[in-house]
C-alpha cells in the first residue's frame, strides 16, 4: 500500500524566505504525487501533480516540487514566501487517476513578517 | 462551473441524531469521494463511487455510517445515531473518469462540512 510522511507538521518563514515543506513517499509501483493547499475554512485545492512527465514539476502560486525517485521524496518549494501562502499544506499519493487519494498528515505554513 | 457544492456548511447536533451530510459534484464528473479531516487522523477516505455505484466503502468507520448516490448531481452522508467522536470536517470531492495523463487535476474538492456532535 502506498502512504506519504510529511516531516514537520509546522513550518515558520519570514516572507521572502525559501519556502521547504518535505514530503516522502512510500510506493511498490510509480505513484502520482500531488500537493494540495487548505487556507482557514475552505476545502483543499490542487497545486501540482506529479504524472511520471517531467521531474520538477510547477504549480500554481509560484510553487513547484521536484521528484525524486533515489529519494522517494517530492518536496514542495517556492523561492519567495508571501503571507497569503500561509495555510495548510497537504502531500498525497495515489497509484491512478481516479482512486482515492492517500494524504500525509499535513504542514501548516506560517509567514512571519 | 459552480464547483463541488456541500451543505450544510456547518452543523451541531446532539449526540444519538441523525446527521445528513449533502454533495453535489461538478457536473459530468462520474467519480464521487467522502473523506473526513480530524486532528489526530488527518485526512481519510470514507467512500467513493464510479457512476453512482460504491466502489470501496472500507473506509466508513462503522454501521452507523451510510452514504448514497441516487443520481449523478447528488450523494449523501448519513451518520445514525451520531456521536461526539464523529466531530470533524467532512469534504466531497469528485473528478472525470480519464485518465490522470489527460486532465490538469484530478479530484476536486467541496468546501466540506463541519459537524460538531455534542
Known amino acids: 500500500a502506498q502512504s506519504v510522511t510529511q516531516l514537520g507538521s509546522h513550518v515558520s518563514v519570514s516572507e521572502g524566505a525559501l519556502v521547504l515543506l518535505r514530503c516522502n513517499y512510500s510506493s511498490s509501483v510509480p505513484p502520482y504525487l500531488f500537493w494540495y493547499v487548505q487556507y482557514p475554512n475552505q476545502g483543499l485545492q490542487l497545486l501540482l501533480k506529479y504524472t511520471s512527465a517531467a521531474t520538477l514539476v510547477k504549480g500554481i502560486n509560484g510553487f513547484e516540487a521536484e521528484f525524486k525517485k533515489s529519494e522517494t521524496s517530492f518536496h514542495l518549494t517556492k523561492p519567495s514566501a508571501h503571507m497569503s501562502d500561509a495555510a495548510e499544506y497537504f502531500c498525497?499519493?495515489?497509484?491512478?487517476?481516479?482512486?482515492?487519494?492517500?494524504f500525509g498528515k499535513g504542514t501548516r505554513l506560517s509567514v512571519i513578517a | 462551473d459552480a464547483g463541488v457544492i456541500q451543505s450544510p456548511r456547518h452543523e451541531v447536533t446532539e449526540m444519538g441524531q441523525e446527521v445528513t451530510l449533502r454533495c453535489k459534484p461538478i457536473?459530468?464528473?462520474?467519480?464521487l469521494f467522502w473523506y473526513r479531516q480530524t486532528m489526530m487522523r488527518g485526512l481519510e477516505l470514507l467512500i467513493y463511487?464510479?457512476?453512482?455505484?460504491?466502489?470501496?466503502d472500507s473506509g466508513m468507520p462503522e454501521d452507523r455510517f451510510s452514504a448514497k448516490m441516487p443520481n449523478a448531481s447528488f450523494s449523501t452522508l448519513k451518520i445514525q445515531p451520531s456521536e461526539p467522536r464523529d466531530s470533524a470536517v467532512y469534504f466531497c470531492?469528485?473528478?472525470?473518469?480519464?485518465?490522470?495523463?489527460?486532465?490538469?487535476?484530478?479530484?476536486?474538492f467541496g468546501p466540506g462540512t463541519r459537524l460538531t456532535v455534542l
Open positions: 457536473s459530468g464528473h462520474d467519480y
Open positions: 498525497a499519493v495515489t497509484l491512478s487517476g481516479n482512486t482515492p487519494l492517500v
Open positions: 470531492a469528485s473528478s472525470l473518469e480519464e485518465t490522470v495523463w489527460a486532465s490538469t487535476d484530478t479530484q476536486y
Open positions: 463511487f464510479n457512476n453512482n455505484v460504491p466502489i470501496d
